[in-house]
């Protein structure tokens, strides 16, 4: 029997745990913090935490359109109490890291609490305690990175990790960095009720996604009256109660709070991976290759620490992955085109598979259709008037590759259209399932039939 040994509770390393178990192996996970990883503590769960109360306030200021009025006919008015919702995101937290661990420990997993470090022999050690597998799983996940020169304190000067310790919402919250984080977070606090400025370092809001989606995004943005600031951060520094970040062209924005939101580095440094002969790549990731083997034989790398793509879903794949590997078990390359993922803002960018950009670059023949969801019935009766469905199809084998979907709950619908992109199936394909009337996903159904009868030399891009 094998002895798998992982260090790092996060997606990558307790998905991997549960894979490697149920293939009948000894496994032993180090982990520091709590299970779940940050994944649970401090990222995923806490920011979509906050972002359903954004997204249960925003709901409920529309409630006359829907017909719904306070007992005496006043407006609907609510305001947030942060220490109530940043209560309820700790107790969440918690619970979901407890159900994790008390699930690993069910299965049969040996948990070591403590900071592990590779030994020269490809083992963990935690304090005098020494563990030796057949195979390593490295799954360190990562961190925010800090600036020097805005570097944060826990109160007025923040990062993400920062945020649940406010209990009262700031009267002016200034974002630094708009990509996925500084956006989620940037427009949650909006609709809590802070004013937010956003600092946007690039032309627009969520420069990665979609034009046409990040396009939308910045003009919710502006509508709900958020103020966005083309620039680069070059400092923040406290002034009394205020915050004050100095742009690197001299202008300086004041506010009462600063979240750095500047990307992450990942915890591959003190960990003994150099002395172990386990490579890392120029930016200081763990180098992996798709069934995450690193340099180091018997030694892998999952998650946010290969630098791969910083998704929980990514990471728990890798773990698989890894595990299939060790075990003998058939292995399924890790397939980055066939990923899904969402911002969650309001509206939340849903995407899978190929983006346009990848489309053009790669000079592939493909047609897209798009329609508004304004124009759907259930739409209508929701309330909802923004968002849009966009699939791309391959105009030789009418395979789905890629979509965005725009809306509210687009991360639940893009799961139809991220079964035809990993099962290669065709527009028509998709077109021929039935959706349900009336429902949102009745506009994938129908963007896909617009697409019925694709021939290559309507391609209008690709060479
Ligand atoms: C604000 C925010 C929101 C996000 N939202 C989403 C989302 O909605 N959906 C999504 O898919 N992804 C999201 N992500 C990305 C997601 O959080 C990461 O991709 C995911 O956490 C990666 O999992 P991991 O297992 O690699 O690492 P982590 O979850 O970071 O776990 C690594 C674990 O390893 C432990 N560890 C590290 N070094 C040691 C050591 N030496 N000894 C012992 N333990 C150690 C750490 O304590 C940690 O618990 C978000 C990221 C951020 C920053
Ligand atoms: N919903 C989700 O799935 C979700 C949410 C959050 C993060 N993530 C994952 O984490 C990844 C990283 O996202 P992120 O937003 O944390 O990091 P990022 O590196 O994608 O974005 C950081 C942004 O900050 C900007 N920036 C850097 N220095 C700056 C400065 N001095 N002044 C102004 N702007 C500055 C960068 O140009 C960049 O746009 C995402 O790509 C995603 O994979 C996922």
Redesign the pocket.
Known sequence: MSHVVI???????YEAALVARKAGADVTL?????LG?????T??VP??TVIATAEWRSIAERAPELGIVADDGAPVRTRVDLAAVNARVHELASRQSADIAARLEAEGVRIVH????VTPSRGVRVGDQEIQGDALLL????RPRRMATAEPDGERILS?TDLYSLTALPDHLIVVGSG??GA??AEAYALLGARVTLIASQDRVLPREDPEASAMLTDVFRERGMTLVGGRAAAARRDGDDVVVTLEDGREIRGSHCLMAVG?VP?TDG?GLAEAGIRLDERGYVAVDKVSRTSAPGVYA????TGVL??????AAQGRIAMAHVLGDAVRPLQLGHIS??V?TAPEIATVGASEADLIKRGIFYRVERLDLARNPRAKMLGIDQGFVKIFGHTVTGHVLGAVIVGSRASEHVYALSLAVANRLTVDQVADAFTVYPSLSGTTGEVARSLHGMREDDAPHGT
């Open positions: 260090l790092g509770g996060g997606p990558g390393g180090v982990e520091r913090n709590g990883g940050n994944a649970v503590l990222d995923v920011s979509k403590g900071e592990g470090v799954a360190l996940g990562a993400w996925v984080t989620e977070f992450s915890n960990v999952a998650g946010d620490c910083p998704l929980a879903s990514v990471a993922s969402t969650f």
